[in-house]
Protein backbone atom coordinates (compact mmCIF):
# COMPACT_ATOMS: atom_id res chain seq x y z
CA UNK A 1 0.00 0.00 0.00
CA UNK A 2 1.43 3.47 -1.26
CA UNK A 3 1.09 6.22 1.97
CA UNK A 4 -0.98 9.20 0.69
CA UNK A 5 -1.99 10.48 -2.61
CA UNK A 6 0.45 12.86 -3.98
CA UNK A 7 2.66 12.98 -6.86
CA UNK A 8 5.94 13.22 -5.10
CA UNK A 9 8.94 14.85 -5.90
CA UNK A 10 12.49 15.38 -4.91
CA UNK A 11 13.18 18.93 -3.57
CA UNK A 12 16.87 19.40 -5.07
CA UNK A 13 17.72 21.94 -2.22
CA UNK A 14 17.00 20.40 0.53
CA UNK A 15 17.46 16.72 -0.54
CA UNK A 16 13.19 15.79 1.04
CA UNK A 17 10.49 14.24 -0.88
CA UNK A 18 7.67 16.68 -1.07
CA UNK A 19 4.36 16.98 -3.07
CA UNK A 20 4.56 18.56 -6.09
CA UNK A 21 2.84 21.70 -6.76
CA UNK A 22 -0.03 21.89 -9.40
CA UNK A 23 0.81 21.41 -13.35
CA UNK A 24 4.43 20.68 -11.95
CA UNK A 25 7.03 19.82 -15.03
CA UNK A 26 10.64 18.90 -13.72
CA UNK A 27 13.85 17.56 -14.78
CA UNK A 28 14.05 15.07 -12.21
CA UNK A 29 13.49 11.69 -14.58
CA UNK A 30 12.27 9.73 -11.44
CA UNK A 31 9.31 9.27 -9.82
CA UNK A 32 8.66 8.55 -6.18
CA UNK A 33 6.10 6.98 -3.68
CA UNK A 34 6.03 6.16 0.11
CA UNK A 35 5.85 2.73 1.23
CA UNK A 36 4.80 1.80 5.40
CA UNK A 37 8.07 0.31 6.77
CA UNK A 38 6.87 -2.78 7.97
CA UNK A 39 4.92 -3.38 4.78
CA UNK A 40 5.46 -6.60 2.92
CA UNK A 41 2.88 -7.11 0.69
CA UNK A 42 -0.30 -5.81 0.14
CA UNK A 43 -1.82 -4.86 3.68
CA UNK A 44 0.56 -7.39 5.36
CA UNK A 45 3.12 -6.37 7.47
CA UNK A 46 6.53 -8.15 9.27
CA UNK A 47 5.33 -8.49 12.61
CA UNK A 48 9.00 -8.80 13.54
CA UNK A 49 9.59 -5.69 12.06
CA UNK A 50 6.89 -3.36 13.79
CA UNK A 51 8.34 -3.60 17.31
CA UNK A 52 11.79 -1.92 15.91
CA UNK A 53 10.25 0.67 13.11
CA UNK A 54 11.21 4.30 13.20
CA UNK A 55 9.45 6.21 15.93
CA UNK A 56 8.03 9.46 14.12
CA UNK A 57 6.93 12.36 16.66
CA UNK A 58 5.40 15.37 16.28
CA UNK A 59 7.38 18.13 14.61
CA UNK A 60 6.14 20.96 16.62
CA UNK A 61 3.73 20.98 19.72
CA UNK A 62 -0.20 19.72 19.11
CA UNK A 63 1.30 18.89 15.52
CA UNK A 64 0.73 15.12 14.25
CA UNK A 65 3.02 12.40 14.60
CA UNK A 66 4.66 10.85 11.46
CA UNK A 67 4.42 7.95 9.68
CA UNK A 68 7.69 5.59 9.48
CA UNK A 69 8.08 4.84 5.47
CA UNK A 70 10.09 3.34 3.37
CA UNK A 71 10.50 5.98 -0.14
CA UNK A 72 10.78 4.36 -3.43
CA UNK A 73 11.64 5.50 -7.01
CA UNK A 74 11.45 4.52 -10.28
CA UNK A 75 12.33 5.77 -13.60
CA UNK A 76 9.14 8.02 -15.39
CA UNK A 77 9.83 6.81 -18.86
CA UNK A 78 8.73 3.17 -17.32
CA UNK A 79 5.07 2.89 -17.78
CA UNK A 80 4.34 0.11 -15.73
CA UNK A 81 6.88 1.43 -12.56
CA UNK A 82 9.52 -1.48 -11.42
CA UNK A 83 10.13 0.38 -7.88
CA UNK A 84 13.43 -0.15 -5.82
CA UNK A 85 14.15 1.54 -2.69
CA UNK A 86 15.57 5.35 -2.72
CA UNK A 87 18.52 5.90 -0.55
CA UNK A 88 17.83 8.82 1.50
CA UNK A 89 20.54 10.47 3.47
CA UNK A 90 20.11 7.97 6.42
CA UNK A 91 20.16 4.69 3.90
CA UNK A 92 16.98 3.80 5.84
CA UNK A 93 13.72 4.20 6.94
CA UNK A 94 12.32 7.87 6.74
CA UNK A 95 9.06 9.57 8.92
CA UNK A 96 6.39 10.97 6.49
CA UNK A 97 4.58 13.92 7.63
CA UNK A 98 1.30 15.37 6.57
CA UNK A 99 2.75 17.51 3.79
CA UNK A 100 0.30 19.27 1.86
CA UNK A 101 1.39 22.51 -0.16
CA UNK A 102 -0.24 24.70 1.96
CA UNK A 103 1.38 23.06 4.97
CA UNK A 104 4.92 24.08 3.68
CA UNK A 105 4.70 27.46 3.40
CA UNK A 106 5.66 28.07 6.91
CA UNK A 107 8.62 26.43 6.38
CA UNK A 108 8.83 27.94 3.09
CA UNK A 109 8.51 30.93 5.16
CA UNK A 110 11.59 30.39 7.38
CA UNK A 111 13.81 30.24 4.82
CA UNK A 112 12.90 32.65 2.24
CA UNK A 113 14.91 35.21 3.12
CA UNK A 114 18.09 33.11 3.14
CA UNK A 115 16.71 31.80 -0.41
CA UNK A 116 16.22 35.43 -1.45
CA UNK A 117 19.51 36.88 -1.18
CA UNK A 118 21.40 33.82 -3.07
CA UNK A 119 19.02 34.95 -6.21
CA UNK A 120 21.41 36.20 -8.95
CA UNK A 121 20.20 39.68 -8.86
CA UNK A 122 21.89 42.43 -10.83
CA UNK A 123 23.19 45.01 -9.36
CA UNK A 124 22.99 48.28 -10.04
CA UNK A 125 24.86 49.72 -13.46
CA UNK A 126 26.89 52.36 -12.10
CA UNK A 127 28.06 55.78 -13.94
CA UNK A 128 30.11 58.74 -13.80
CA UNK A 129 29.85 62.02 -15.31
CA UNK A 130 32.62 62.62 -16.57
CA UNK A 131 34.42 59.34 -17.07
CA UNK A 132 36.40 57.76 -16.83
CA UNK A 133 38.10 60.99 -15.87
CA UNK A 134 37.55 64.50 -13.76
CA UNK A 135 38.78 67.22 -12.28
CA UNK A 136 39.83 68.00 -9.34
CA UNK A 137 37.35 70.28 -6.78
CA UNK A 138 34.50 69.82 -9.32
CA UNK A 139 31.43 68.68 -9.17
CA UNK A 140 30.94 64.60 -10.05
CA UNK A 141 27.58 63.50 -11.07
CA UNK A 142 27.23 59.80 -9.84
CA UNK A 143 24.20 58.10 -10.56
CA UNK A 144 23.10 54.40 -10.05
CA UNK A 145 20.53 51.97 -12.71
CA UNK A 146 18.73 49.38 -10.89
CA UNK A 147 15.34 47.76 -11.80
CA UNK A 148 12.61 45.58 -11.07
CA UNK A 149 13.44 41.87 -11.31
CA UNK A 150 11.43 38.50 -11.13
CA UNK A 151 12.44 34.98 -10.04
CA UNK A 152 10.76 31.77 -10.67
CA UNK A 153 11.86 28.96 -8.19
CA UNK A 154 10.96 25.51 -6.62
CA UNK A 155 11.40 25.94 -2.88
CA UNK A 156 10.17 22.26 -0.69
CA UNK A 157 8.80 21.38 -4.49
CA UNK A 158 6.64 24.20 -4.68
CA UNK A 159 6.55 26.65 -6.98
CA UNK A 160 7.49 30.05 -5.68
CA UNK A 161 7.24 33.33 -7.78
CA UNK A 162 9.54 36.24 -6.14
CA UNK A 163 9.78 40.05 -7.05
CA UNK A 164 12.91 41.96 -6.09
CA UNK A 165 12.63 45.80 -5.86
CA UNK A 166 15.83 48.24 -5.53
CA UNK A 167 15.18 50.69 -2.88
CA UNK A 168 18.71 52.17 -1.61
CA UNK A 169 21.40 52.80 -2.50
CA UNK A 170 25.54 53.35 -0.94
CA UNK A 171 27.42 55.08 -3.04
CA UNK A 172 31.69 54.35 -2.18
CA UNK A 173 33.61 57.20 -3.74
CA UNK A 174 37.02 55.51 -2.95
CA UNK A 175 39.08 58.27 -1.74
CA UNK A 176 37.54 57.80 2.28
CA UNK A 177 33.76 59.19 1.51
CA UNK A 178 30.32 57.71 1.07
CA UNK A 179 26.51 58.48 0.35
CA UNK A 180 23.92 56.34 1.75
CA UNK A 181 22.37 54.69 2.38
CA UNK A 182 19.57 56.33 0.53
CA UNK A 183 16.78 55.89 -2.24
CA UNK A 184 18.18 58.19 -4.54
CA UNK A 185 19.51 56.74 -7.41
CA UNK A 186 20.57 59.97 -8.88
CA UNK A 187 20.42 60.52 -12.81
CA UNK A 188 22.15 61.23 -15.97
CA UNK A 189 22.92 65.10 -16.95
CA UNK A 190 23.55 66.65 -20.59
CA UNK A 191 26.99 67.24 -21.24
CA UNK A 192 26.64 70.65 -21.12
CA UNK A 193 25.17 70.23 -17.54
CA UNK A 194 28.38 68.41 -16.19
CA UNK A 195 29.63 70.30 -13.14
CA UNK A 196 26.85 70.61 -12.06
CA UNK A 197 25.94 69.59 -8.17
CA UNK A 198 23.20 67.27 -8.07
CA UNK A 199 22.16 64.70 -5.14
CA UNK A 200 24.42 62.41 -5.58
CA UNK A 201 27.69 64.21 -7.17
CA UNK A 202 30.91 63.90 -5.09
CA UNK A 203 33.77 66.77 -5.75
CA UNK A 204 37.27 64.94 -4.69
CA UNK A 205 39.67 67.04 -3.08
CA UNK A 206 43.35 65.33 -4.28
CA UNK A 207 44.23 63.78 -7.37
CA UNK A 208 44.51 60.42 -7.95
CA UNK A 209 42.92 56.82 -9.16
CA UNK A 210 39.75 56.03 -6.87
CA UNK A 211 37.44 53.02 -6.74
CA UNK A 212 33.74 54.23 -7.20
CA UNK A 213 31.15 51.75 -6.17
CA UNK A 214 27.75 51.45 -5.67
CA UNK A 215 26.03 48.83 -3.60
CA UNK A 216 22.09 48.30 -3.69
CA UNK A 217 19.68 47.17 -1.43
CA UNK A 218 16.79 44.94 -2.26
CA UNK A 219 13.37 44.03 -0.82
CA UNK A 220 11.41 41.19 -2.00
CA UNK A 221 7.55 39.66 -1.94
CA UNK A 222 7.06 36.43 -2.42
CA UNK A 223 3.93 34.30 -3.57
CA UNK A 224 3.85 30.23 -3.39
CA UNK A 225 1.60 28.36 -6.34
CA UNK A 226 0.32 31.56 -7.47
CA UNK A 227 -1.06 32.76 -3.81
CA UNK A 228 -1.40 36.25 -2.66
CA UNK A 229 2.06 38.09 -2.90
CA UNK A 230 4.08 38.31 0.66
CA UNK A 231 6.64 39.96 2.27
CA UNK A 232 10.04 38.79 2.31
CA UNK A 233 11.65 39.71 5.95
CA UNK A 234 14.91 41.84 5.51
CA UNK A 235 16.53 42.95 2.69
CA UNK A 236 19.53 41.93 0.18
CA UNK A 237 22.41 43.77 -0.54
CA UNK A 238 24.45 43.37 -3.78
CA UNK A 239 27.51 45.18 -5.03
CA UNK A 240 28.23 46.45 -8.58
CA UNK A 241 31.64 45.61 -10.06
CA UNK A 242 34.05 48.67 -8.82
CA UNK A 243 35.15 51.32 -11.57
CA UNK A 244 38.42 53.58 -11.70
CA UNK A 245 37.99 57.27 -11.88
CA UNK A 246 40.73 59.11 -12.33
CA UNK A 247 41.04 63.09 -11.04
CA UNK A 248 43.08 65.33 -12.80
CA UNK A 249 44.31 68.84 -11.97
CA UNK A 250 43.52 71.58 -14.45
CA UNK A 251 45.57 74.51 -14.72
CA UNK A 252 44.58 78.00 -16.09
CA UNK A 253 46.84 80.43 -18.04
CA UNK A 254 46.49 84.05 -19.34
CA UNK A 255 48.20 84.89 -22.34
CA UNK A 256 49.00 87.99 -23.71
CA UNK A 257 49.22 87.54 -27.63
CA UNK A 258 46.46 87.51 -29.97
CA UNK A 259 46.35 84.45 -32.04
CA UNK A 260 44.90 86.66 -35.22
CA UNK A 261 47.74 89.34 -35.30
CA UNK A 262 50.67 86.36 -33.98
CA UNK A 263 49.11 82.79 -34.38
CA UNK A 264 52.24 81.18 -33.33
CA UNK A 265 52.52 83.61 -29.96
CA UNK A 266 52.74 81.26 -26.56
CA UNK A 267 49.24 79.55 -25.94
CA UNK A 268 48.12 79.59 -29.98
CA UNK A 269 47.35 76.68 -31.84
CA UNK A 270 50.12 77.41 -34.23
CA UNK A 271 52.68 78.65 -30.80
CA UNK A 272 55.39 76.60 -29.05
Known amino acids: ?31 YKADLQCQVAGDAFDKKCLPGQVQCPPRESGGSSGTPVIWKVSPKSISTPSWTDWKSGNNGPSCLYEQ ?16 FRALPIKPADLTAQPSPHTLLG ?11 QQFAVTILGQQVHIEATPVEYTYTYGDGNSLGPTPV ?86 GP
Open 100 to 115: KPEHLLPRIAARIAND
Open 185 to 270: AGGPLSQEEWGQKTRTSHVYQKTGDFPLSVTTTFRGTYSVNGGPNLPIPGTGQFASPSQKVSVWRSITRNYADNCIVNPRGEGCPG
Open 1 to 31: MSVGSENWIRDPQSGEIVPAPPNHVGDDPNQ
Open 138 to 148: AETNIYADAVE
